[in-house]
């Protein structure tokens, strides 16, 4: 069974912090998504990666893929309030349509 | 805008007493998901449709039943809702496998009494 572990559970920090979040595996993925849920609404994309080493910068948002495509951290810089929510990973396996989801991490940005 | 639009979004139903949640989209997307999601943990897949094809993920329970008329709706059903389905439900949408993100509306949030 594919397993996607996501560290840490839950953070809590102060505006303009940096933090690093991790999604880790055993198994190896074809690609990996990040999603960021707030409150009340669903998952929205945040980016996806494909190869190995790939590094994805979405404003303050840097996303990177291990060698090993085993492997994913998402790093923000500077953080803001804004940036509140449930960090998911959800990775890609085989040609079917089924993420496998990590349990996410919870992020709050204190002003 | 092209959208996954959930109804209602917040849904009360006594113990026992069947619930129907629906889904719509506007994104012509072929493929659409049922998740059911608890307090800040990962979405938990309970069945998806490939068009009609319908895939049953094997630790859905039987209480929980779906119907996809067509293209653009799709209704989830929980015959007898227990005070363990008391969850968020999320429905989403892509075009297909391989790299291809998943679009998710704001979800059902289903209180059981």
């Known amino acids: 069974t594919q397993l996607l572990e996501q560290s840490p559970q839950f953070l809590s920090i102060q505006e303009g912090e940096n933090l690093t979040v991790y999604c880790n595996s055993s198994s190896v993925f074809s690609s990996l998504q990040w999603y960021r849920q707030e409150p009340g609404e669903g998952p929205v994309l945040l980016v996806t990666?494909?190869?190995g080493g790939e590094v994805k910068k979405l404003k303050r948002l840097t996303f990177q893929f291990g060698d090993a495509r085993k492997d994913s951290s998402l790093h923000i810089t500077a953080a803001q309030p804004g940036d509140t929510g449930l960090y998911l990973c959800a990775g890609e396996s085989g040609s079917n349509y089924q993420l496998i989801w990590g349990a996410g991490t919870k992020l709050i940005i204190k002003p | 805008d092209a959208m996954v639009i959930q109804n209602p979004r917040y849904q009360v139903t006594q113990f026992g007493k069947p619930v129907t949640l629906s889904c719509s989209q506007t994104?012509?997307?072929?493929?659409m998901y049922w998740y059911q999601q608890k307090s800040s943990q990962a979405p938990k897949l309970l069945f998806h449709y490939y068009d009609k094809d319908f895939n049953n993920e094997a630790d859905t329970p039987d209480n929980f039943q779906s119907r996809r008329p067509n293209t653009s709706f799709c209704f989830l059903d929980i015959r007898s809702p227990g005070l363990g389905d008391a969850a968020m439900y999320l429905c989403a949408t892509s075009s297909g496998p391989s790299l291809k993100p998943q679009h998710f509306g704001d979800g059902t949030r289903l209180s059981i009494l």
């Open positions: 990666v494909v190869t």
């Open positions: 994104l012509n997307h072929n493929v």
